[in-house]
């Protein structure tokens, strides 16, 4: 079973409401007018319910089946966009400087639109689907809020399904994975304190920098020698900031970045070894090293029948030639692992095609993926909720 013919002809319409928010990024929680455009659009559709200020910010619309009473599922997509200057040179590029949509929410939330149209017209499943249109993914956990501002609860989902635009994926390709798809997330910030002076006296100092230096490789072995080959750990140092000029060793450095990993054991025990390599580093250099680890987003885990469930999904849409049921986890992290913690459900990749990678700046989402997206969230309801 190919794409609908429906979804197909309505590419251009939705393409047009993609373009539109694509003009008009809102970061984290500010997303007023991204969600007041959905509002629009989903009481226009002629949903049986649509509710506002669901963690802070949040739609939901709720469309009722012809086939009588039912489970209620919940498919959602993000709203969001990045603190990032645009360079795409398109015609619906952003007008708001140093913001963009740069990792396609707005293709996202135009897909399940697009889905909620043509359920709302046809209505041909039991039970309900609550359409959920979340904010703040970008780091600002939305969809944690929105799961303890009792959306679950209060719309009955007792499924959930999320779906994510992939660059290098073609156009029409699908990849999902039981288990582990997306990695937990952690920041973490260190302040290393020495003792400044004369950069021409280095011998009368503790120098941070120094020290900071030897922090960074030695942090590299938490992957290369201390994590099992088998297992997922990515540590990156993104931030150094240290001194003003070129003749002073300064008296403290501050440098910070990420941790990603698959499991939880495995990420305790990185947290427990980089505090203990950060803090012995300081010690042998005579400095001092304060450590904050700043535990996000936890691991994006699939369950196992819906995974199932949503492969057979896409294979319905794209051909099985078009399927990988059993990609490689990706280490970004994503915060539908809130609702996938609170409810079963699974997360599904899009091909994006030969685009721009995700975050940035040349970045643009690919209309061609919108028959496909559109496709697959309708199937997903109507196949979940069949009578």
Known sequence: MPILNRAAEMQEEVAGWRRHLHTMPEILYDV???A?????????FGCDEVATGIGRTGVVGVIRGNGGP????????DMDALRLQEITGKPYASAIPGRMHACG???HTAMLLGAAKYLAETRNFRGSVAVIFQPAEEGGAGGRAMVRDGMMERFGI???FGMHNLPGLPIGQFAIRPGPIMAATTEFDIVVKGKGGHAAMPHGTIDPIVTASQMVLALQTLASRITDPLD?????V???HAGEAHNIIPQELRLGGTIRTLRQEVADRTYRTFRTICEG????NGATAEVRIDVNYPVTFNHAAETDFATGVAVDVAGPSNVDPSTQPMMGGEDFSYMLEARPGAFIFIGNGDSAGLHHPAYDFSDEAIPYGVSYWVRLAEKSLAG
């Open 32 to 34: 007023q007018r991204t």
């Open 36 to 44: 007041a455009f959905v509002e629009e659009k989903l009481r226009a």
């Open 70 to 77: 039912g489970p209620t599922i919940g498919l959602r997509a």
């Open 105 to 107: 929410h707005d293709g």
């Open 158 to 160: 007792g499924q959930v």
């Open 232 to 236: 997922s750990v990515v540590v990156s």
């Open 238 to 240: 993104t931030k150094i």
């Open 281 to 284: 580093i300081a010690a042998a």
